[in-house]
């Protein structure tokens, strides 16, 4: 038989306006396929061809960019070009597909600089100096990536040491060219050309040395002069690789936990944003699966605390701004989305929705959980769907406050027509929220009214889509500032599967 394999692109996706939080690299496997002529669908190239082997390891990589707060559906789809008969029940083989993130993206470097004999170009003083760093593009041609400070009347400066991206200073590509413009700093803006030279991440990379003393050029000024031998040099001090920690890195050892928050309204009513159509989502679940559906993936064994406030409960009619919405206050865990839905819809025959609607104690019980786990293997997302009334503003914003200390964020999604001022004010993207005169240590919370995202075409998928991308947009960094603040680095990442090893008996 004739086992050639070859796998070809074909991942689906949507063109994206927002950066992505890091890229990641697909490898591909197969393991016990069936002696078949398969063709392997994936979107953007295609791998070697293998020939003779029912377990393929293609060497070709597929580059993605990884954007946590999007779905990215990958699509494989089996095509069979010969048909084969009398198998069947059969299965068919296991694909793996392993994601690495790129280390070249991720990494930065610690440099500094400084320079000695530059020429002088200021009539009653020396120079102001300052560096200017250029990587060339495919094309040839350069564009900026970095500038230092200006060092005030000398000739010998002693730069800052800088931070910069490997991305930013060379694309990950090492033999990059990387020019480096020497100027003079003059304050109406047109600085002095002083001189230039060439390098490349390479060559920086071999740290304080002879190799590391570049000869500053003024081209004209070698042009014109014979005896021109140059106009100073610039000289590398120190470089110091740095790898970024990203949110993947934590990810591989902790998980996310997800609660879920439902507040009042008449579920009887069709007008009520609770109401139960037979036939569709209502707001408030369209919210919670659009959200919820991501971040499962997240969570280790998607079991989900689940809670509902504001509402008068069996069977005495007490008022409860936080209660279990599977009716179980000892274990209010849901599983999955799924579970959450089934919890939200019963709840809503059980109980009488009722106001006040106060936040600060349902944000006041995610906090307790956080408090107890502050070692990064857990980050609390809670998910709060409102209808924009809130009665408890001032304890709010205090428990918003404390909670920024602690492994959490928040977001509330808007439902409804209702005016959502306050809402923005939770929001601390123009002005750090505070209480008591104490601000906030990070800005946790990110509010965005459902009304707008929803699509005039009535695609509910569409419009789910777009609120999860902007709502969980900032919780990447979100959860990295915490970690950074606390100085916790990420847990080692388990060892890589290795599928089970079967012996395949063949009767001859």
Known sequence: FDSRIFIESMILFQ???????????????????????????LQFGRTEVIDNTLNPDFVRKFIMDYFFEERENLRFDFRLEKSITG?????????????????????????????????????????????????????????????????????????????????????????????????????DGSHDFIGEFTTSYRELSRGQSQFNVYEVINPKKKGKKKKYINSGTVTLLSFLIETEVSFLDYIKGGYVVYLVLVLPGNPSQPTSLHYMNPYQLNAYGMALKAVGEIIQDYDSDKMFPALGFGARLPPDG??????????????PYCHGIDGVMEAYYRSLKSVQLYGPTNFAPVINHVARYAS?????????????????????????????????????????????????????????????????????????????????????????????????????????????????????????????????????????
């Open 15 to 41: 063109h994206h306006s927002s950066i992505p939080a890091t890229k990641v690299e697909l490898s591909v496997s197969c393991r016990y396929l069936l002696a078949l002529n398969l063709h392997f669908p």
């Open 372 to 508: 107890s786990v502050k070692d990064g293997s857990q980050y609390f997302v809670l998910l709060i769907i409102t209808d924009g009334v809130i009665s408890d503003m001032a304890q709010t914003k205090e428990s918003i406050v404390n909670a920024s200390k602690l492994p959490m964020s928040i977001i509330i999604v808007g439902v409804g027509p209702a005016e959502f001022d306050a809402m923005e004010e939770l929001d601390g993207d123009v002005v750090r929220i505070s209480s008591r005169g104490k601000f906030a240590e990070r800005d946790i919370v990110q509010f965005v009214p459902f009304r707008d995202y929803i699509d005039r075409s009535g695609n509910h998928v569409l419009s789910m889509a777009r609120l999860a991308k902007d709502v969980l947009a900032e919780i990447p960094e979100q959860f990295l500032s915490y970690m950074r603040v606390r100085g916790i680095k990420p847990s080692p990442a388990p060892p890589p599967y290795t599928p089970p090893i079967h012996v395949l008996q063949t009767q001859i």
């Open 87 to 187: 198998i069947p029940g059969k299965k068919c083989g296991t694909v793996i597909v392993t994601a690495e993130e790129l280390s070249c993206c991720r990494d930065s470097v610690l440099m500094q600089f400084c320079a000695n004999k530059l020429d002088k170009k200021d009539f009653f003083g020396k120079s102001d100096p300052f560096l200017v760093f250029h990587r060339s593009n495919e094309d040839g041609s350069f564009t900026i990536c970095h500038k230092t400070e200006v060092v005030k009347n000398t000739l010998n400066p002693v730069w800052q040491a800088f931070k910069i991206s490997v991305r930013a200073l060379c694309n990950g590509d090492y033999d990059r060219t990387i020019k480096v413009e020497v100027y003079d700093w003059d304050r």
């Open 318 to 331: 007490r008022v409860s701004h936080e209660f279990a919405l599977n009716g179980n206050p000892q274990n």
